[in-house]
């Protein structure tokens, strides 16, 4: 399917907005993972309070350069690698992306509206992310390069840059 990009970009900025912010919703994220995947608990180790904040940041820097593939496969490239060292595993992923579609449906259905088509969106875009980020953990050293030029080490951190999460130039 053609992703609508606008869709995702208007979805999100309704999160922002609605049923408390993304605050609300990225706090939900976690609370659902561990009640519904609580195999995947343990590798947390920052409190929910501090990683909500990383990863809507990182959703929102994704949802705001989807459109500048070149910007943003390093940083995704970087980000599977980096999550090797979360332990992560490639069978988490699905569980990850269930979970993000279902708190925002939850989210945007608390003042407005939430369609089949916002959910096949997130899920047709979630899956492309996903799928990047894997290829790169499968493969780190196919992507050593790439990392350094776009200013990575060769596990996906950034030297001396304490928000890997965060995307830079967009
Ligand atoms: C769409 C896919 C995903 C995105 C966008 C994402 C995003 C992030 C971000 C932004 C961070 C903050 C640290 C960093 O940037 O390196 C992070 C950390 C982490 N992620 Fe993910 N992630 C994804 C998939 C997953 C999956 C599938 C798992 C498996 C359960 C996972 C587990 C973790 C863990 C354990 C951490 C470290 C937590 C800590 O600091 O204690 N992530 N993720």
Known sequence: MTLNV?????????AKLENGGLQTLGLRFYQRLFEKYPGVKHLFNTPPEEQHKKLMASVGAIVASVTQPEK??????AMGIRHLEYKTE?????????????VLAEHLSAEGEWT????ENWNAALKVISDIMVEAADK???YQQ???DAGY??????VADPKPWEMVGV
């Open 90 to 102: 490639n069978a988490h992923y699905p569980a990850v992306q269930e979970n993000l579609v279902a």
């Open 72 to 77: 943003m496969l390093p940083y995704l490239h």
């Open 6 to 14: 606008a869709l995702i970009a208007e979805t999100f900025e309704r």
């Open 153 to 158: 080490l060769p596990n996906g951190f950034r």
């Open 146 to 148: 790439e990392l350094l």
């Open 140 to 142: 780190p050293e196919a």
């Open 116 to 119: 089949e088509e916002m959910a």
